[in-house]
C-alpha cells in the first residue's frame, strides 16, 4: 500500500473517532471504560488459564 495512504488513513481512522467520542463526552466515556475494564478482566482471566497449562505441562513433563 502507498505510505501516504496508509499516513492519510492512520489520521483519519485516529481523529474521527477521537472527534466523535468528544462530541458525546460522557456517555461515551463510560461505555468505553467499562469495556476496557472487561477486556482487562477476561485478559487476566485467559493469561491466568495459560499458565496454569504451562505449569501443569512443566509437572507432568
Same mark, same amino acid.
Request: aromatic share 12%.
Given at each position: 500500500?502507498? *505510505?501516504w495512504?496508509?499516513?492519510?488513513?492512520?489520521?483519519l481512522?485516529? &481523529?474521527?473517532?477521537l472527534?466523535?467520542? !468528544?462530541s &458525546? +463526552?460522557? &456517555? +461515551? +466515556? &463510560?461505555?468505553?471504560?467499562?469495556v476496557?475494564?472487561?477486556?482487562?478482566? +477476561?485478559?487476566?482471566?485467559?493469561?491466568?488459564? !495459560?499458565?496454569?497449562?504451562?505449569?501443569i505441562?512443566d509437572? *507432568?513433563?
Amino acid at each position: 500500500m502507498n *505510505k501516504w495512504l496508509e499516513l492519510v488513513l492512520g489520521l483519519l481512522l485516529v &481523529t474521527i473517532p477521537l472527534g466523535l467520542a !468528544l462530541s &458525546t +463526552w460522557p &456517555t +461515551w +466515556w &463510560t461505555s468505553a471504560l467499562t469495556v476496557l475494564i472487561g477486556g482487562l478482566f +477476561w485478559g487476566l482471566v485467559g493469561l491466568g488459564v !495459560l499458565f496454569l497449562l504451562l505449569g501443569i505441562a512443566d509437572v *507432568k513433563g
